[in-house]
C-alpha cells in the first residue's frame, strides 16, 4: 500500500510489524520517531501553495508545523512572482477596502495583509517545516519523498515498545543506511537557496541509538 499521508502511516506500521493490536500506539511510535527526526535532520525548507480570500486579509497556516516563515510570493498566472515585503505584525496601517496588499506579517497562526484582498490571489509560501504529522496536518516533506526512513524511524520505535530486539535491530539498520543520503539531499537544498556557514553543514555522523535520547 501507499504510504502518504498520517493514516496510511499509521496502518502501514502495524502492517510491517505483523501486529495489528497495535493501532493504537502507532501514532505514540510515529511521535517518538519524529522528536528524533527533528533532532537529527533539523527544519527543512519547504514551498506551500496558499490562495487569498476575497474580502479576508487573513490566511490560516495553522495545519504547517511552521518553525520560521522565510517568504511570501504573489505567484499570478503569466506573471513573474512579486516577493511581499514582510513586516512585524501591528507596524504597519490597515487599509480598510479590499485591495491589492503591500504588506504581510506573521500573527500567531495566520499570514496577515494590511488590507482585506480584492481577489483570490495565489502566493507561494516558503518556510521551514518540521516533522510534525496530526490529523490535521497529514503529510509533510519527508514522508512525501522519502516514506521508508518515515516508516524505519517509527517501527524502530515499535520494537522497543513490545521489547523486540530482532525488529528495532533490523529498522534500526535500515534507517541508518537511509540517513545520510537524506542529510545531503537536505543540505544541497540550503546550499542551492542561501549561502550556509560550512561548519554547519559538517554535522557529526551518529547512529539512530546515539541521537534518538539526546
Request: proline content about 5%.
Amino acid at each position: 500500500m501507499a504510504i502518504t499521508n498520517y493514516t496510511e502511516l499509521q496502518a502501514a506500521v502495524t502492517n510491517w510489524m505483523t501486529r495489528g493490536d497495535m493501532a493504537g500506539e502507532a501514532a505514540d511510535f510515529i511521535s517518538l520517531a519524529e522528536a528524533a527526526l527533528n533532532r537529527e535532520l533539523g527544519p527543512v525548507e519547504v514551498d506551500v501553495t496558499l490562495t487569498g480570500v476575497v474580502s479576508s486579509r487573513a490566511i490560516d497556516i495553522s495545519a504547517l508545523s511552521i518553525v520560521a516563515p522565510i517568504g511570501l510570493f504573489l505567484a499570478q498566472s503569466g506573471i513573474n512572482e512579486v516577493e511581499m515585503t514582510r513586516k512585524d505584525d501591528g507596524t504597519f496601517p490597515y487599509r480598510v477596502s479590499n485591495g491589492y496588499p503591500r504588506y504581510w506579517a506573521m500573527d500567531g497562526t495566520n499570514i496577515d495583509f494590511d488590507c482585506p484582498l480584492d481577489q483570490a490571489y495565489p502566493f507561494r509560501f516558503r518556510y521551514r517545516q518540521r516533522f510534525a504529522l496530526s490529523v490535521a496536518s497529514p503529510t509533510n516533506w519527508l514522508l512525501t519523498y522519502h516514506p521508508d526512513l518515515y516508516l524505519a524511524a517509527t517501527i524502530v520505535w515499535g520494537g522497543i515498545f513490545i521489547q523486540d530486539n530482532d525488529t528495532m535491530a533490523r529498522w534500526t539498520s535500515i534507517l541508518n543506511a537511509a540517513l545520510p543520503s537524506v542529510k545531503n539531499i537536505i543540505a544541497q537544498g540550503k546550499r542551492s537557496i542561501s549561502s550556509v556557514d560550512p561548519g554547519l553543514m559538517h554535522r557529526p555522523h551518529y547512529s539512530y541509538q546515539d541521537w534518538m535520547y539526546q
